[in-house]
């Protein structure tokens, strides 16, 4: 069982993957155009 604090911990690292993942694709999208 996890504790809150894992928790909270779990969702910040989900919430900075999928930050970078979108910035990347934009990055990606630029030096497409």
Known sequence: CLNRTEFAMTQDHTFKAAELSLTAQVIA????A
């Open 29 to 32: 999208d630029e030096a497409r």
